[in-house]
């Protein structure tokens, strides 16, 4: 069956550093992936798009890349801060689907 | 711009009751889903509509759960009767997608925590 897979362990990251985030899926091949954000009590937020013939975005501090090849995106968040903390998930809008979330805690 | 409306905000009822949620979509979106998050779990697509007709509701256990999309705006999510299982919190989304144009954004309202005691 298809599958969105992204690291369910909580990611610990000091202030100022690079947070980056993993995203696999199986058994279909999506036109593209949506990363969103998730704080607690609150539904996902937007933040990027990616397609497939697209291998890398930006967003101020905020990178992903899609590896067809792979079958993976990366999400990456350069000198995170403490307000970067909350829940990033991945989504395959084709699909409907949504990983279960990775969640980031960054400490000052 | 408003955003998409849910309400209410939390129920909480008792197994074999029924309960309705209700959600606005941004307007000229016309596309809507409605979303069952279980705690420490990602957003599970239980419908979607593309204005007032249903594109895909594979998910939704159609014994107990019902949606509407009234004349392709505001849309209801029904449980009845509700489980112990069915607690979790219920999002609405929205989008401008159609047709082929999948590639939008979703916007999400706040969700409705349901509590099944």
């Known amino acids: 069956s298809q599958k969105i897979e992204q690291n369910s362990e909580a990611l610990n990251i000091q202030e100022g550093k690079t947070a980056t985030l993993t995203c696999n899926y199986t058994n279909y091949s999506p036109a593209y992936l949506q990363w969103y954000r998730q704080d607690p009590g609150r539904g996902p937020v937007f933040l990027l798009l990616?397609?497939?013939?697209?291998k890398e975005k930006r967003k101020e501090r905020l990178k992903v890349t899609f590896d067809t090849t792979l079958k993976q995106s990366l999400f990456h968040i350069t000198a995170s801060q403490p307000a970067d903390s909350a829940t990033y998930l991945c989504s395959s809008w084709g699909k409907f689907q949504f990983g279960a979330g990775t969640q980031v805690v960054v400490t000052p | 711009e408003a955003g998409v409306a849910q309400s209410p905000r939390y129920k909480i009822i008792e197994k074999r009751q029924s309960v309705a949620f209700w959600c606005n979509p941004i307007?000229?979106?016309?596309?809507l889903y409605w979303y069952q998050q279980i705690l420490g779990q990602g957003p599970k697509l239980l419908i979607q509509?593309?204005?007032?007709?249903?594109?895909?509701d594979s998910q939704l256990p159609k014994d107990r759960f019902s949606a509407e999309r009234l004349k392709g705006v505001d849309s209801t999510l029904k449980i009845q009767p509700a489980k112990l299982e069915d607690s979790a919190v219920y999002l609405c989304a929205s989008s401008l997608g159609q047709g082929a144009r999948w590639d939008t954004e979703a916007f999400f309202g706040q969700g409705t925590r349901l509590t099944v005691v």
């Open positions: 990616i397609r497939e013939n697209e």
């Open positions: 307007s000229g979106h016309a596309t």
């Open positions: 509509f593309q204005n007032n007709g249903v594109v895909d």
